[in-house]
């Protein structure tokens, strides 16, 4: 039987569309994988999609979609996506998947057993947007990943004691040093389980969409326990876990090196072999987001000049591990000189002089024994850079061996050899024209995790039938082709492109793939008409500076005994004492979302009483007719007491 392989890229979060970021780690996913498939590996490669938590849940509601009607769209999109895109997925998991359901809930369990999670509650600076507590974050700092103001929040979690894992992890990364890879990422780590860790919340009570803590109502599991265990859900009952390989990015390190190992650690479950993270792809050398809209998508480029090229160029062009920065332009340029020039030249150029002077019947090697010496300094560099994730590095190898060929051929001339009656110029163009068509043979070899379906095509045009014979690991060593064969029918592999008609062409698709995209995922439709309340009468500044509006802060909040509408809160206006305010928004926020929420309060108003509780005061929200209201909110922090103007 085989030797097993299996590798995971991240599972993505469905608030946003594949873009070229997700496609640039499941590519190498998808190379790494055809790469070991190569070596005689049994591989299996999982991808998914990460589905729950609050930022999921506004999305959909700002498409007007159930979580689960919206989650299922935008999965799909990274399904097909994919497909499209030929990267062979063997196993592609949604953490809405009723067994990984189980599968996360069995974790927790094994856990408590073990004594590893305690129930307490939680005071701390939380980032909405990314899902995450920001440890030693005061009150208004903001998120250190995407900058955005933090909100205090209380509520009640199960913890993690991730506090005492501490010596246990540091044991690990010395054990296996190659656990996380690159070193970089591996020393950054190591400084920051050595500079101490705390206990981890990995529940919450105030979301809905979410996977329920085992005997408890209102708790879901947390983002991170929920995700990870995905990559063992996707093989449950295969006796595929542990991973070989978490290929990620390198900005979720942190999740897979330090909680990941930790929550296995403390189930008594197996460890995953290694953690690869990758640096991040750039856009005009910026980062790329959905808020600013520069996300670059992959289908308008493999539309234009083909997946593989894509494929190519983000190999060869940036350095795995690194950042790199992706340009249109660049991606023309490498497409152009490396394969319309470099590969596809040598190609058909050697093919046409077999054609032409062989009549299309492969000769016999050996070959020019440089040439196969070079090659077989290439194989082992290859080989060497793919396993080290060195990618671009193993490119280049395979490219200095093209040019020695190139230069072979230009001087040894075979246009003039042929001419020649002398037995000894007839064996050099035996020989010149062996050693290109060994080389493109044994480079296509190399090449067959970078261009899986371009290799097969030169296969098949240097006469092969069963391309398989070509993937396999006795495949990579010189002199394999098989003299007296006769060459498969010739075609150009990779035509040239003309740069700025191409680029302009990948703009424009982006743009309409955008706005479908936007559609599906991103912006709120636009308010039919018939569904906005008639303005009220004009006023004047006199009349709106009568309105008193504060910012305060809830400290308390519970439900009105006998109201489906009503919450009974206590609000903080930078007065004396606390108001108390009575709020008809028990149907669209649940108290404990509200503690320690900002709202706008208006403060002047006359008391009133509300189910016999007098109310100080009235929170600003937002509704159509008939709709749940909004509460008024704040993008940066603001203190309490400010005034509204
Ligand atoms: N859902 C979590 C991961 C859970 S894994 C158990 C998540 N999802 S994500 O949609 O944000 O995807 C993040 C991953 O996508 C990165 O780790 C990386 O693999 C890839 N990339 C997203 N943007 C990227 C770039 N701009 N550049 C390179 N890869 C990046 O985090």
Redesign the pocket.
């Known amino acids: 039987m085989s030797k097993k392989y299996y590798l ?9 569309a594949p ?4 496609t ?3 590519m190498a996913a998808d190379l790494v994988a055809r790469w070991k498939k190569m070596q005689g590996y049994d591989v299996v490669l999982t991808t998914g ?2 589905e729950h938590g609050q930022k999921i849940e506004r999305a959909a509601k700002s498409v007007k979609k159930s979580p689960q009607e919206f989650t299922d769209i935008v999965s799909g999109e990274f399904r097909d996506s994919w497909q499209r895109l030929n990267l062979g997925i063997d196993r592609f998991k949604r953490t809405t998947d009723p067994e990984h359901h189980k599968k996360v809930q069995a974790l927790f369990l094994a856990c408590k057993e073990r004594g590893h999670v305690y129930k307490g509650s939680f005071t701390g600076q939380y980032c909405v947007s990314c899902e995450l507590y920001v440890n030693d974050a005061n009150q208004g700092d903001p998120c250190p990943d995407c900058g955005r103001p933090t909100e205090t929040v209380t509520e009640e979690n199960y913890f993690f004691k991730l506090s005492a894992f501490q010596d246990k992890l540091l044991k690990l990364y010395e054990d296996q040093p190659d656990f996380i890879q690159p070193d970089t990422r591996r020393n950054e780590v190591m400084a920051f389980v050595k500079g101490g860790l705390k206990d981890l919340s990995i529940s919450r009570t105030s979301i809905k969409w979410g996977i329920p803590v085992p005997g408890e109502e209102k708790h879901v599991f947390y ?2 326990f929920d ?5 063992m859900s996707a093989v449950e009952g295969e006796d595929r876990w542990p991973a070989d390989l ?7 390190v942190r ?2 090196a330090i909680y ?1 190992p930790a929550f296995l650690i403390a189930a008594g479950w197996p460890l995953p072999r290694k953690v690869f ?7 005009g050398n910026e ?3 959905k808020t600013k809209g520069n ?1 670059v998508r992959a289908l308008p480029i493999q539309e234009v000049i083909g997946a593989e090229a894509l494929r190519y160029y983000l190999m060869r062009e940036v350095t795995f591990g690194q ?1 790199g920065n ?1 340009s249109y332009d660049a991606l023309v340029t490498r497409y152009n000189s490396d394969l319309a020039n470099g590969l596809g030249n040598l190609v058909s150029r050697t093919l046409s002089m077999i054609t032409q002077y062989r009549k299309g019947v492969l000769p016999a090697g050996p070959g020019n024994a440089e040439v196969a010496d070079l090659a077989r300094t290439a194989i082992g560099a290859v080989r060497e850079a793919y396993e080290s994730f060195q990618f671009s590095r193993g490119l280049e190898s395979l490219w200095s061996l093209l040019s020695a060929v190139d230069k072979l051929i230009v001087e040894n001339a075979p246009w003039k050899l042929v001419k020649s009656a002398e037995p000894a110029d007839q064996a050099k163009l035996d020989e010149t024209l062996y050693t290109a068509a060994e080389t493109v043979r044994l480079a296509s070899s190399l090449l067959y995790p970078v261009l899986p379906e371009s290799t097969a095509k030169i296969w098949a045009q240097l006469g092969f039938t069963s391309p398989v014979a070509q993937v396999a690991a006795d495949a990579l060593d010189w002199g394999q082709l098989p003299a007296g064969q006769a060459l498969g029918a010739t075609g150009p592999l990779f035509p040239r492109i003309e740069l700025q008609p191409a680029v302009d062409k990948m703009v424009e698709l982006e743009l309409k793939d955008k706005a479908r995209q936007d559609a599906l995922v991103g912006k709120a439709p636009v308010a039919e008409a018939s569904n906005i309340a008639p303005l009220a009468p004009q006023i004047t500044i006199d009349d709106f500076v009568k309105v008193d509006l504060r910012v305060g802060q809830v400290l308390s909040a519970e439900r009105v005994k006998g109201s489906d509408k009503l919450l009974h809160l206590q609000i903080d206006i930078g007065e004396a004492t606390p108001r108390t305010i009575v709020a008809g928004i028990a149907e669209a926020y649940t108290p404990e979302q509200m503690l320690g929420r900002k709202v706008a309060i208006v403060a002047n108003l006359a008391p009133r009483k509300l189910k016999g509780i007098e109310s100080q005061g009235m929170i600003v929200a937002a509704s159509r007719e008939g709709e749940k209201p909004t509460l008024a909110g704040f993008l940066e922090d603001v203190p309490v007491g400010a005034r509204l103007k």
Do not use: C, Q, R
Not at 8 to 16: E, L
Not at 277 to 283: I, K, M, Q, R, S
């Open positions: 995971t890229t991240p599972i993505y979060y469905v608030n946003a873009h070229i970021g997700h640039y780690t499941t999609t990460d983002v991170w995700a990870l265990t995905t990559y978490h290929l990620i990015g390198k900005e979720i999740f897979h990941w993270a990758h640096g991040f792809l750039l856009f980062k790329m987001s996300l950042d992706f």
